[in-house]
């Protein structure tokens, strides 16, 4: 009976962490989606739109670690893929995901596992300032897995020069993405510390 009682237990625990784990994927995939709500900003000289989707990719990947938080997208990019508005400028479908900017959709998914497995560490080895600016090393480590899969694809898809689609589909964004990057590294540390236990 103690076995049965124990594995009762155990099975309900079970259930309670995956029942808790889908619960934080679909936050953050939401929030992802939300963030679309802000209209992207079409720079000068690039059809990429500048929004704040990867703010929530990396927020996913720092907040959630690197399986929950690259599901967390792949959830998003679903959600596109059946043709609901959430990606930038309103859009849905597979033709969203298959058009120029495609390859960055696609990179969010690497950038939230790169960002969640360097958080990850970080957060086991420091605190406080100094989990901050390992924090923000994370983040930042996202933004060049964005660009190796998205500027390629974009300078296939558009049949112009790499050099081209470097300057249109990443450089005019750095900036941008640095100072997105920067946010949520400070927003995760002020999460690790009023919620460990999200972290374990």
């Known amino acids: 009976m103690p076995t049965d009682a124990s594995a009762a ?15 934080q994927v679909a936050v953050f995939a939401a929030l992802i989606a939300a963030l679309t709500l802000v209209p992207g900003v079409p720079l000068i ?36 893929a059946v043709g609901l508005p959430v990606a930038s400028g309103y859009k849905g479908g597979l ?19 790169v960002v969640g497995f360097l958080s990850r560490l970080v957060l086991r ?9 390992g924090l923000l090393l994370a983040c930042l480590a996202g933004i060049p ?28 964004f750095l900036i ?6 920067a946010i949520a590294a400070v927003v995760t540390s002020a999460v690790a510390r009023a919620l460990p236990q999200l972290f374990r």
């Open 95 to 113: 033709g969203v995901l298959t058009g120029p900017t495609g390859g960055y959709l696609v990179g969010f998914v690497l950038a939230a596992a």
């Open 176 to 181: 941008g993405d640095v100072i997105k990057a």
């Open 45 to 80: 000289g690039s059809s990429v739109p500048f929004t704040l989707q990867t703010l929530g990719v990396t927020l996913a990947g720092a907040v959630l670690g690197p399986r929950k938080g690259a599901l967390a997208v792949l959830v998003y990019l679903a959600m596109i």
């Open 145 to 172: 897995v964005v660009y190796a899969v998205g500027v390629p694809w974009l300078a296939a898809f558009a049949g112009m020069p790499f050099g081209r689609a470097l300057q249109v589909g990443a450089l005019v």
């Open 9 to 23: 237990v155990s099975d309900t625990l079970a259930q309670d962490n995956r029942a808790r784990d889908m619960a």
């Open 125 to 133: 080895r420091a605190q406080g300032a100094k989990a901050t600016g």
